[in-house]
């Protein structure tokens, strides 16, 4: 890839973001922002304790892999706006279309986000899946890891039709995701 892309893999626990970084080449992965569940970090004001450690939460993550929040209920448009310009100064995003962790590593429904997102940026779309993950942390997060193999493929960048409607959009991602 010459240009920034959308990237999308399949979310099957805590880990996913580091493992499809580090799989991704050094000139790819130092300019990449990962979209993340932004509710995930909303908690009550009334508990302290667990405010201060999602925030920490938050910091870490922001730390390491580079997250920037991302709505599931509402509230994209502001996202999709920062998503852009985070494309056109040349970074890629890394996205989990399924929006919560799959337990069982079964690719489950693309949620329509992915597919706007597609329909405005209109560039390259990178399939990402990972297999394996889910046996050494799934989504539980007071799971303790355990060893095991990870296989990361990352599939051909795609293009799409963007006179296309969202949910088609959503749904061709999707199944090229199910090919993989």
């Known amino acids: 890839?010459?240009?920034?892309?959308i990237f999308i893999a399949n979310h099957v626990g805590y880990f996913d973001a580091p493992n499809v970084l580090m799989s991704l080449p050094?000139?790819?992965?130092?300019?990449?922002?990962?979209?993340?569940?932004?509710?995930?970090?909303d908690i009550p004001k009334n508990k302290i304790l667990k405010k201060l450690l999602y925030q920490f939460y938050y910091e870490y993550a922001s730390l390491l892999v580079n997250i920037f929040p991302f709505p599931k209920k509402k509230g994209f448009k502001r996202h999709i706006e920062y998503a852009g310009e985070l494309l056109d100064k040349g970074w890629g995003i890394l996205f989990f279309p399924e929006g919560e962790h799959s337990k069982t590593g079964k690719l489950q429904p693309f949620r329509a986000g992915i597919?706007?997102?597609?329909?405005?940026?209109?560039?390259?779309i990178v399939p990402i899946k990972h297999r394996g993950l889910e046996k050494i942390m799934a989504g539980d997060e007071h799971q303790l890891p355990r060893f095991g193999k990870v296989a990361i493929k990352i599939g051909k960048p795609v293009k799409l039709?963007?006179?296309?409607?969202?949910?088609?959009?959503?749904?061709e991602l999707q199944e090229i995701m199910e090919k993989m």
């Open 1 to 5: 890839l010459k240009e920034p892309a």
């Open 161 to 171: 039709d963007y006179t296309k409607s969202i949910p088609v959009l959503t749904s």
């Open 26 to 41: 050094l000139r790819i992965r130092s300019k990449m922002a990962v979209a993340a569940w932004q509710e995930y970090f």
């Open 115 to 124: 597919g706007w997102l597609a329909k405005e940026m209109r560039c390259h």
